[in-house]
Structure formats: C-alpha cells, structure tokens
C-alpha cells in the first residue's frame, strides 16, 4: 500500500510541475514600450510581463504578436 501511493504521488510530483513550467514571457520596457520574449519573468520594474508564460518560445511569439500593447 505504502509502495503504491509513493509511486502514485511521484507520479503527480513529475506531471505538475511541467504542466505549469513557463519557459518564455513576453516583456514590455516601460519607458521605451518596446517588447521582447525573455526567458526570465519579469520583475514588474525594469520589464512587465504581458499575459501569461508559454511553454515554447514559438507559442510567446505568436502572442506577441497578437497582443495591441507591441505594435
């Protein structure tokens, strides 16, 4: 029983954690206006993050590029 719900909890453990990884942000320089895709999140001071994370750097382009703030 104890062998069962450790697998079963490492398991969750492996598939919550990359379900909710974000690889890349879409940034906006507040004085500039200007947007970029990092890697990093944005702290809110130097860059501001526009929407949310994206797990491929192709799924933060997209979104950049729909988004009215980076045009």
Not at 35 to 44: F, M, N, Q, R
């Amino acid at each position: 029983m104890l062998r069962k719900l450790l697998l079963i909890g490492a398991v969750l453990s492996l598939t919550g954690t990359t379900a909710f990884a974000a690889e890349y942000f879409v940034a906006q320089k507040p004085d500039t206006k200007g947007c970029e895709i990092v890697s990093k999140k944005p702290d809110g001071k130097e860059m501001i993050q526009l929407g949310r994370g994206h797990r491929t750097k192709l799924g933060a382009e997209i979104a950049m590029k729909a988004t009215d703030k980076c045009k």
